[in-house]
């Protein structure tokens, strides 16, 4: 901006000036607040604010109605022996598991094969993205309609190749691995669209050197193009990761959290114990949980990749 | 996410971001580097069968909602009807109040978006180009809060609109949480980063003040960055299940995704109807997806570089 240049030249005016510029410099606050009050006051509030309040609710033992009471780590040893929030860190995991290497490996592959400029590429590229918008509950109602061991698609045509014909959501064993699938049928369009925006980064004199060197494209491939994602592998494997293990929507529309429980995450295991059976406190420790689990997670990959030497973050 | 704003190493990311805010790494994505090529690739007998596979879950969604519903129990039941048959919408608009959702859940879209495309963009602005106290704090703090998840805020949230603001079981508790986000904050902060204060400047000389730099300058030339961000916000709020779910139990306040979300308890074997609310539901993003693809892949590109 234009600090002090007009009021130059002006000999015996300091104490006008002075007032002068205190008045700008409340005004440029005034103007700066109103840009940016409304929504900072928004996106604050609601977020903030809650998450300090969560750290106390954690603390206490509350139902809603009466008054709240002071229990220190009581909720979270409640939970640590639970065998229910046992079994959600489990399931949990065994999604992040299966989600997080498929939809990262998945991305890449689909990225490469879209990278290029062939007839049709319009077509499977909108084809890969338009899953994209696909809500949960769609999702999830299309997945269960999908895999129905009887009047499913899926088993359909696995019963006229005479292959069996598994219970799918209906079965303890299975109900995660075809949340799973379908969460990559909605979810690759993402890591996909990540890793084209990376590739079209790559130099191209890089590829075109090793080519004259004598390599060949899966040389090329692994030993110039790789490298040169892995910030963004990194990065994709970070974020799917914090996705994975905030599962709940797509669970609550499918499955339930059941075959017995054989679906119930942590977040879903914060859903029913603060809004099912209205004990905030035990809610807010899971979360808790989850929270640390997060940021845990997110460090140790950074860690892990700068010692690799990968400039990520 | 991670450590975007507290270190300059995030830099790559956020100019990458920018970029793609402008339209250029979607154009870029659209073309390939390699050389035209004019025999028959053999990469489509990779491409073909994943495109169909991906294409086959809405195929089913749409033909399950145009088949009649006793072909749908028998068994095994016909990918294809043997005729199409609407009895599945006249019994999803008939006996739900589907239309009343669709309607619900329009006015939270709207609502965002609007309140998106507003807050966020003056916000942006004034954190990208104006000079006042806070600023720095206020842009960290905001910027810190893409870092907490919204499980987390589940509880607080839920306790704060239930007895602080008092607008659970009515749809304002579906369109509170979408006014303004720190994404969008971001995303028009770093828009507005990218573009020439020369601009600005020629503006301020000739005697406009900020509000009419703001809005006769530089907000015609976001218009790619409004874009994104109104798609960002409008898949985020027409999809949302969880902030409905746990905040409105009146099924005059209903969202198109809590309804759907509440048949399968209760309509569990009616698969016409279940479809027919699936393609209600998914069908307004479909084609909202085919005729602007290209800025929906910049959402999804800026979403993923935001850190």
Redesign the interface.
Known sequence: ??AGAPSAGHPGADHGRARRRRARSLR??L???A??????V???G??????G??FL?GLQSWN?FTDPVFVGGANFAEIFSDPDFLGAVEHTALYTVLFVPMSVLAGLF?AV?????????G??R?????????????T???S???FDP??G?VN?VL?SLGLPTPGWLQDQSQAMLVIALMSL?GQ???TT??Y??AL??VP?ELIEAARLDGANRWQTFWRIIWPHLS?VTV??V??QT?QAI?L??LV??ST?GGPLGATTTI?YY??QK??RELQ?GA??AA??V??AL??LI?LGV?VYSRRRGM?A? | ???AGT?P??A??LG?ATI?VEGA?TD??A???????TRF?L??L???P???L?????V??FL?ALSPAAE??R???P?VPSRIDFSGFVALFTQSDVLLWLLNTVIVSAAGIISHLV??S??G???AR??????KV?IL??IA?I??????????????F?NGFRIVNTLAAAI??W????F??FLMRQFFLSLPAELEEAG?IDGAN??QV?FRIVLPLAKPALATLAIFTL?GS??D??WP??AINDSNAFTL??G??N???TRQTQ?TL??A??VV??LP??L???AA?RH??AT??FS??R?
């Open positions: 901006m234009f440029e606050l103007t700066g607040w840009f940016v009050g409304p929504a900072s928004i996106v604050l609601l977020s903030i604010f809650p998450a309040w969560s609710l809603g689909l094969a879209l990278n290029r400029r062939i007839r049709l590429i077509f499977y909108t084809a890969i993205f338009v899953p994209f918008v696909a809500s949960a509950a769609a999830g109602i299309l269960t309609y999908l009887q009047y698609l359909n019963r049928w690759a369009a993402f669209v990540i084209l925006a079209q980064d191209g910030p990065f994709t970070i974020w914090i905030q709940f929507d609550f529309t339930r977040v914060v859903y603060a809004f905030f809610g807010s979360a808790l989850l929270f997060t940021l997110t950074v400039e973050f | 996410m991670t450590s270190r190493a995030a790559p990311h990458r793609t790494s870029r994505i073309t390939a580097p390699r050389r035209r090529r690739s990469w489509h990779v491409l073909m994943i495109a169909l991906f294409l086959i879950p809405f089913q969604m399950a749908l129990q068994f095994p039941p990918f807050l966020c003056l916000a602005y004034g954190f104006l000079r006042f106290a806070g600023r206020g703090l905001i809060t870092m907490v998840p919204t499980q987390l805020l589940m509880v607080p949230t839920y306790i704060l239930a509170v949480p006014l303004a986000s720190a969008g904050i301020t900020r509000w703001f898949l027409w999809n299940l969880v779910l746990i995704q809590l759907l979300s048949f399968q308890g698969w279940l479809m609310g699936n539901a998914t993003l479909i909202f997806f085919l693809q929906f892949v999804m590109t993923g570089l850190g």
